[in-house]
């Protein structure tokens, strides 16, 4: 089943262990912007939630993709390969490559 916009909000925001407040300071909205979103289970205007997704490191495209999609899961790993350390990068190599 799919999740609604402000489910999916707070998945992916409980995903990174980040408070309510939390989220409003990385997406730069003010807490009551970010509170009336779950207080109100109301869907965020557009823009807001572009800075959400931003904070989250991902497009809007990304945000609506079908997660049961496997095209959607190599999208994910791409971009957060991307994101990653030279370092990390190497070490998460060598973490696929011990994998069989």
Do not use: H, Y
């Amino acid at each position: 089943m799919a999740l609604n916009v402000v489910e999916k909000i707070d998945k992916l925001r409980l995903e990174r262990g980040w408070s309510v407040n939390n989220l409003a300071m990385e997406a730069m909205l003010t807490q009551s912007t970010v509170n009336n979103i779950f207080t109100r289970k109301a869907e965020p205007k557009i823009s807001t939630l572009r800075n959400i997704c931003e904070a989250f490191g991902m497009t809007l495209a990304e945000f609506f993709m079908d997660e049961d999609n496997p095209e959607t899961c190599e999208t994910e790993l791409t971009r957060r390969i991307r994101n990653l350390s030279k370092a990390q990068k190497t070490a998460l190599l060598v973490l696929l490559r011990s994998l069989k």
